[in-house]
């Protein structure tokens, strides 16, 4: 028995360092996996801001915004496209740089607490998973914003409800229809959110003490 002892801690030692590194090689695969996504990523988004560059003076401005927002069969007054744009012009010259872009897109997407504007950045992710430039997202581009957003456990239901806003009957999906199903999340995140319930009671309050004046200039 004496003799086996240092054998099975040899095997034990063994064991133990072969999990370490599976568990290390492990790690740089799911590493490397995360820097090749995120690269990917960055490439999808130069290729929209490219695309919505349409003068190639590497600046997005309102009238390029309003164009494509008509080729993907989107109504909006040109008013609330210069308010899309002023939203996150940082340095308010009118436009949207590349620079600018970059940090609205990935501010909202690290946004938990739903506080960053995000109409551009809608645009702009539709268009990244609209890899065609078809103007529409078939139902596989439309499964990866959803798993990317709420996760694996909300997918069935968040693309059930995105097959249910849909407007023609055609399988692809438009930019109006995926607004639809965004707006609807947009409410419910508003709702849960401290401020809009903080707001929500200032506008009850108001509400009440305007009745009471009312009733006492009628008395």
């Known amino acids: 028995l ?4 240092p054998r099975v801690t040899d095997m034990s030692s ?4 072969a999990a370490e590194a599976a568990k290390a ?4 695969r799911e590493q490397a996996r995360k820097e090749y996504n995120e690269k990917q990523e960055l490439e999808n988004l130069q290729r929209v801001f490219k695309r919505l560059d349409k003068n190639n003076d590497k600046k997005i401005d309102a009238e390029e915004l309003w164009s494509n927002l008509k080729f993907l069969g989107y109504k909006i007054k040109r008013t609330e496209v210069d308010d899309m744009i002023w939203e996150i012009d940082e340095d ?3 436009s949207i740089s590349w620079e600018e872009c970059k940090a609205a897109y990935y501010r909202v997407k690290d946004d938990r607490e739903g506080w960053e504007p995000r109409r551009f950045f809608n645009v702009v992710e539709f268009m990244m998973h609209d890899k065609d430039n078809s103007g529409t997202i078939d139902t596989d581009e439309c499964m990866e914003i959803l798993f990317r957003r709420f996760g694996k456990e909300a997918l069935e239901h968040k693309t059930k409800q ?3 806003s849909d407007e023609d009957g055609v399988p692809d999906i438009t930019f109006t229809e995926f607004l ?3 707006r609807k999340e947009d409410i419910a995140r508003m709702k849960k959110h401290p401020g809009f319930r903080f707001s929500q009671g200032l506008v009850e ?4 003490e305007n009745l009471k004046i009312l009733k ?3 008395a």
């Not at 090689?25 to 740089?28: L, P």
């Open 205 to 208: 309050t108001t509400k009440a």
């Open 2 to 5: 004496e003799l086996s002892c």
């Open 14 to 17: 063994e064991a133990k360092k």
């Open 162 to 164: 995105f097959m249910a």
């Open 92 to 94: 308010r010259d009118g």
């Open 216 to 218: 006492t200039l009628n």
């Open 25 to 28: 090689a492990q790690a740089e």
């Open 180 to 182: 639809a199903v965004d």
